[in-house]
């Protein structure tokens, strides 16, 4: 894994694809939480992890067929 260090509002750039994705840290009004801003071209999915490895676990699931 990659940590890249970015100051809050300052947008952290990568390329997946050969497509940008920029993504974005905010300050939130409680204490200690920090929100994160993605702009993606449609051809990317984005999901939290959780929402990732529950799609994941779907695909690889058998299928039952009746």
Do not use: C, W
Not at 5 to 18: A, G, H, K, R, Y
Not at 26 to 46: C, D, L, M, W, Y
């Amino acid at each position: 894994m990659n940590i890249y260090t970015v100051s809050f509002e300052d947008p952290l750039i990568i390329s997946i694809n050969q497509e940008l994705v920029k993504i974005v840290a905010f300050k939130t009004q409680e204490h200690g939480n920090i929100k994160f801003g993605v702009e993606a071209p449609r051809s990317i999915n984005v999901h939290r992890e959780e929402i990732y490895n529950a799609i994941k676990e779907k695909q690889q699931a058998p299928t039952i067929i009746d």
